[in-house]
């Protein structure tokens, strides 16, 4: 005779999913219809699991197709959906509802020329990035084998390597704020990865660009690139360890 | 037969879609260092000498009360004390003129702002570290009687 799994009845039955209503505040922006940007609030019922993204596609898919927003992965990996929520700086995708009082703010971030809603022009933030040189840089002849590192040296500038470039610590930066010409935290901490990396030889003008009246210097160790990181790195103690690396000319 | 098909020609250098980067050019010195080290080197010797200074003036024996020509005179009397007044004028002078200074690079936007700003900054400075100089130095206790 068979074997049969009876299910009980009773768990057939799906729970009801309980919702709650959260009041979503939004700063939009239409360049074409209205030259100033607004606020508009929407009203959606939120998962408990739900996090501030789903809120964003919930309103984008149901409410308002016009809604513009950046996002990608969705899983907090991209950096693509930095915002500033209830006025700090996070990835909407690592942000939980469950978390939030019922009236969430989102605001794009900071500091960046505005474009539509919540997407901003990255480009001056990228042009800080490409200014340290994020590459690895060798001179002399092309090596026979592999670079080795031991895992103490690794170890000097790992924390810089998890930077995801979604530029919530730069545009929390108040310096950054004011003068855009300042290079940024996350410009410097992907200037860290390499200065402190025993393959590169590029230290010197990494460092020399830093040294530079834009550079570390403008750094007014605030803490909000730190505190805004999504992942959770050491932002301001990444860029006084370059401080000390120009003090001391060693690295 | 057909004849040779000219193809466009690609230009050999394809050009970067992104502006150029609007950076001022660098200025290779190492000032910003040297303004970032005074500030903690000044700021931590400002401490002894500031709160000695507040102390002695306010707090030691009756305070500000005391506090007339012939006291100035006493004290300026003894090398030490005129060193340490000029030293702390020196200091929280150039301390707050390049914290001003840092301000104001931060906050102007427009270079013509900056630059007026900068020059009564400067101006300012200058001449009170002048005149608390001179008068250090060129102090008589007989002034005036």
């Known amino acids: ?251 | 037969m057909t004849a040779a098909r000219s193809y466009p020609t690609i230009p050999p250098v394809i050009e970067s879609p992104r502006s150029a980067p609007n950076r001022p050019r660098r200025t290779r010195t190492n000032t910003e260092l040297y303004a970032w080290l005074f500030m903690r080197v000044s700021g931590i010797v400002l401490v002894v000498l500031v709160l000695g200074h507040l102390f002695i003036m306010n707090i030691l024996d009756g305070g500000v009360q005391r506090i007339n020509w012939g006291f100035v005179a006493g004290r300026w009397a003894s090398p030490f004390w005129q060193v340490w007044d000029l030293l702390m004028l020196w200091l929280a002078m150039i301390h707050g003129t390049n914290g001003l200074r840092v301000i104001i690079n931060d906050y102007t936007r427009r270079d013509g702002t900056r630059l007026t700003l900068k020059a009564v900054l400067y101006t300012a400075t200058t001449i009170t570290i002048a005149l608390g100089t001179l008068v250090i130095f060129t102090f008589n206790p007989d002034m005036g009687s």
């Open chain 1, 1 to 251: 005779m068979t074997a049969v799994a009876e299910r009980p009845a009773e768990t057939r039955a799906e729970a009801p999913i309980e919702t709650r209503p959260v009041r979503v505040k939004i700063r939009r922006y239409v360049p074409e219809l209205n030259p100033e940007p607004y606020w508009q609030t929407f009203e959606v019922h939120a998962l408990p699991t739900d996090r501030v993204l789903n809120l964003l596609l919930d309103i984008k898919g149901y409410q308002d197709g016009s809604l513009t927003f950046r996002r990608s992965c969705a899983h907090g990996v991209c950096g693509s959906d930095a915002m500033r929520i209830n006025g700090v700086n996070r990835l909407a995708c690592k942000v939980l509802v469950k978390d939030m009082p019922d009236e969430i703010t989102i605001e794009p971030i900071k500091g960046l020329p505005l474009e539509k809603d919540l997407v901003v022009d990255m480009e001056p933030f990228f042009e800080a990035y490409r200014s340290i040189k994020p590459f690895l840089i060798t001179y002399g002849q092309p090596p026979t084998r592999e670079h080795i590192q031991s895992q103490a040296d690794r170890e000097r500038f790992d924390d810089t390597t998890k930077c995801i470039l979604c530029a919530a610590c730069t545009t929390s930066c108040p310096v950054y704020w004011t003068d855009g010409q300042y290079f940024g935290p996350a410009a410097i901490v992907n200037a860290h990865r390499f200065i402190f990396d025993s393959r590169d030889e590029g230290t010197e003008e990494r460092l020399e660009i830093l040294n530079d009246r834009e550079g570390v210097w403008r750094c007014r160790t605030t803490f909000n690139c730190t505190e805004a990181c999504p992942r959770g790195i050491e932002v301001t103690q990444a860029i006084a360890e370059v401080k000390k690396a120009l003090l001391y000319r060693r690295v």
